[in-house]
C-alpha cells in the first residue's frame, strides 16, 4: 500500500486499554501450551494495530511541525504512550511468570523473555506522570530544532539546508555559514540549557523512584542492553582513546595540509579536497533511479526491496521549511511496511540516504513477516550494523552518483572521505557517550560545568579541532545540537559499536564482496532472534569490545587510505 493511502485513526484510549485488559486475560486463562501461544498471538496482533496508528501520527508530525492536526496526535501520544505501557505490565508479567513459558521459549526463543525481563525493570506506574514529561519536553526540543530559519546567503534556511555551506570551497564562506548556525544556537542558549537541566533531574528522579542510584543504569535497561555492561563500553572507551583518536589525528593533519591549512579551525573540519568535496549530481529523481538499478544489481533481496519502498512513497527524502531536522527509518507495522524520512541537501549525505536508512529498511523489509513483533525487534547497535554496513556494500555503484564522465573523480574522493569519516566518527560517538555517562552521574552539573565538560572531552578524543573564533564551540556547547543527547539518552555508542562492526565487513568485502555481503544476510537474518554479541559471533566477526580489533580494524583502513591519498 502507497503512504499516502494508509489510514491513521486516533485509538480510544479507554477503549484500547479495555481491549487489551480482556486480551491478557485471555492468555492468563489459557489451559493448555496451544492456547497460550494463540491468546499472545491474539494480544500481539492488537499492539500492533496501536504501535502503527503513532508511528503514522508520529511520521506526519516530522514530515510538517506546523500541521496543527498531527501536531495535537502527537501531543495526544505524549501523554497516552505511558498509559499504554502500564496497560501493557500485566502482559509482561503474565508472561514472565507463565507455566506455559517453557513451550512458548521453545516456540518464539529466550532472547523476547530475557528482553521483557529488562523491561519490566524500567517501568512502574508511579512515573507515568515523568515519562509524561519527559516526551513533553524531547518534542519541546524536536520543534525547537525544526523552527530554525537561518538568514544566510539572501536566504532564510533551515539546519538541513544550510550544512552546504559547511563545504564551500571558499573558506570565507565556510566560517560565515558555521557562525550564523551558531549563532541561532547560542540565541536560545538559555532555553537548551534549561531543557537539558530538566530532562536530566527528571531521568534522575524517575531512575531514583525505581529504585537506581543513577539514571545510568536505567538508561542501560531503556536502551535493553543484553548483552553487555557499562565495564564493557567503557573498555570500548579506552580502546578508542588508544588506537582510534591517534589514527584519525593523523588523517586530519593529512587533511589540514591537503587542504593548505596549518590547522583545522572548526568550520574547515567538513571541507575534505581543495578543489571542494565529493557531490552527487542530478536530480532526486536521478539520484533515485540509480539507486534502483545499484540494488537490483546488488541481490535479488535488494532488488525486490527497493522496488517495494520506491513504488510506495516510502521515502520523503526533499528539505522543507517546518520539516524535522535529521533523517530516520521507522516501520508501520499493520502495513509491513519501512518509511525513511531524510532531509536532501545537495551533499554526499543525501546517498547515504539510499545506503544507511535503507539499510535499516533492508532489514525490517526481509524480516516483516516475523510473528510476533517481538521477532522484529532488536537492540540499537544491532540495527546500526545494517544501516552502516549498507554503506560499504553499495560502495562499487557510487561511480553513477557522482561521476559524470569516466575523467571524472569523486566516486573516489567520496569512498576516501567515507573511510576516513568513520574513523573520525569513532571518536565523537564516543565523547557523546563518555559525556552522558559523567552528566548522568552528576546530574547536578551546572549548564557552565556541562560546557566546560564536553570542551575538555573535545581536547581528548577531537584534538586535532582549534575550536577559537566561534563562542558557540569555544563555550562547550557544540552537544547542544546532537539530538540524542536530549531525545535517545545512551543511544549513541551504538554508532560506534556498529562502525566498528561495519569495518569488519568493509574488510571483507575488500577480498570478496560477494561472500561478505551473503554473511551480511546471514546476520539480518539473527536480528530479534539474538543478541548484538551472539549475532556478531554468529558470523564469525570479531568483537568490537577487544582492544586489538579496534587497532587492527583502524590500521587496516588507515593503510587503505594511504595508498588512496588524494
Not at 19 to 46: N, P
Not at 399 to 426: V, W
Request: aromatic letters at 14%; glycine letters at 4%; a negative charge.
Amino acid at each position: 500500500m502507497k503512504f499516502s493511502q494508509m489510514t491513521y485513526s486516533r485509538p480510544d484510549l479507554e477503549a484500547t486499554k479495555a481491549e487489551l485488559a480482556g486480551l491478557i486475560e485471555a492468555f492468563r486463562q489459557a489451559a493448555t501450551a496451544d492456547e497460550a501461544v494463540s491468546a499472545f498471538m491474539d494480544v500481539d496482533k492488537f499492539t500492533v494495530t496501536i504501535k502503527s496508528m503513532i508511528a503514522l501520527a508520529s511520521i506526519r508530525n516530522s514530515l510538517d511541525t506546523t500541521d496543527e492536526f498531527y501536531d495535537a496526535e502527537k501531543s495526544y501520544f505524549d501523554e497516552v504512550q505511558p498509559l499504554l505501557l502500564e496497560a501493557m505490565q500485566p502482559l509482561k508479567l503474565a508472561l514472565v511468570g507463565s507455566p506455559f513459558r517453557p513451550a512458548l521459549e521453545e516456540k518464539f526463543g529466550t532472547l523476547m523473555f530475557t528482553n521483557i525481563e529488562m523491561e519490566l525493570k524500567t517501568f512502574d506506574p508511579v512515573i507515568v506522570p515523568d515519562l509524561q514529561q519527559e516526551n513533553k519536553l524531547v518534542s519541546e526540543y524536536d520543534k525547537l530544532i525544526a523552527s530554525a530559519q537561518i538568514e544566510f546567503d539572501g536566504k532564510t534556511l533551515t539546519l538541513a539546508q544550510i550544512k552546504p555551506y559547511f563545504e564551500d570551497t571558499d573558506r570565507s564562506v565556510r566560517k560565515a555559514a558555521t557562525t550564523a548556525t551558531a549563532q541561532w544556537f547560542l540565541e536560545r542558549a538559555d532555553k537548551l540549557d534549561s531543557l537539558y537541566d530538566e530532562l536530566v533531574k527528571l531521568r534522575t528522579q524517575m531512575a531514583k523512584k525505581l529504585g537506581f542510584a543513577s539514571f545510568t543504569e536505567l538508561g542501560y535497561y531503556r536502551m535493553t542492553r543484553n548483552c553487555y555492561d557499562g565495564e564493557m563500553v567503557a573498555r570500548f572507551r579506552k580502546g578508542v582513546r588508544d588506537y582510534i583518536v591517534p589514527i584519525a589525528a593523523r588523517l586530519k593533519a593529512e587533511q589540514a595540509e591537503r587542504i593548505g591549512l596549518p590547522s583545522l579551525k572548526v568550520y574547515d573540519d567538513s571541507f575534505e579536497h581543495p578543489d571542494g568535496n565529493a557531490r552527487p549530481f542530478g536530480t532526486p529523481e536521478e539520484i533515485f533511479n540509480h539507486g534502483r538499478r545499484m540494488y537490483h544489481e546488488l541481490s535479488p533481496q535488494t532488488a525486490e526491496f527497493i522496488d517495494f519502498m520506491l513504488d510506495n512513497e516510502l521515502f520523503d527524502v526533499l528539505t522543507r521549511p517546518g520539516k524535522s531536522a535529521g533523517g530516520y527509518c521507522t516501520t508501520i507495522d499493520m502495513y509491513k511496511s519501512p518509511f525513511i524520512f531524510a532531509n536532501f541537501n545537495g551533499t554526499a549525505g543525501d546517498i547515504d540516504v539510499l545506503t544507511h536508512e535503507a539499510g535499516h529498511a533492508f532489514n525490517a523489509y526481509m524480516i516483516r513477516d516475523r510473528a510476533p513483533s517481538s521477532l522484529r525487534q532488536y537492540t540499537a547497535e544491532t540495527a546500526e550494523v545494517h544501516s552502516m554496513s549498507m554503506e560499504f556494500f553499495t560502495w562499487p555503484w557510487m561511480d553513477g552518483f557522482f561521476d559524470k564522465t569516466q575523467e571524472a573523480t569523486d566516486s573516489d574522493k567520496y569512498r576516501y572521505t567515507h573511510l576516513a569519516g568513520a574513523l573520525s566518527f569513532i571518536p565523537y560517538g564516543t565523547m557523546v557517550d563518555d559525556f552522558q555517562h559523567r552528566i548522568y552521574e552528576n546530574p547536578d552539573m551546572s549548564p557552565k560545568e556541562r560546557n566546560d565538560l564536553w570542551r575538555e572531552l573535545e581536547g581528548i578524543y577531537r584534538p586535532w579541532l582549534d575550536l577559537d573564533e566561534t563562542p558557540f564551540y569555544e563555550e562547550g556547547r557544540r552537544w547542544q545540537s546532537q539530538l540524542h543527547i536530549y531525545v535517545y539518552p545512551f543511544y549513541y555508542i551504538d554508532y560506534c559499536l556498529a562502525q566498528t562492526v561495519a569495518l569488519s565487513f568493509w574488510a571483507d568485502s575488500q577480498r570478496d564482496h560477494a561472500a561478505a555481503f551473503q554473511k551480511y544476510l546471514k546476520y539480518i537474518d539473527f536480528s530479534g532472534r539474538k543478541s548484538f554479541t551472539e549475532s556478531i559471533a554468529g558470523c564469525g566477526l570479531p568483537s568490537p569490545f577487544e582492544p586489538k580489533m579496534q587497532d587492527s580494524l583502524a590500521t587496516a583502513a588507515a593503510q587503505w587510505l594511504d595508498e588512496r591519498t588524494p
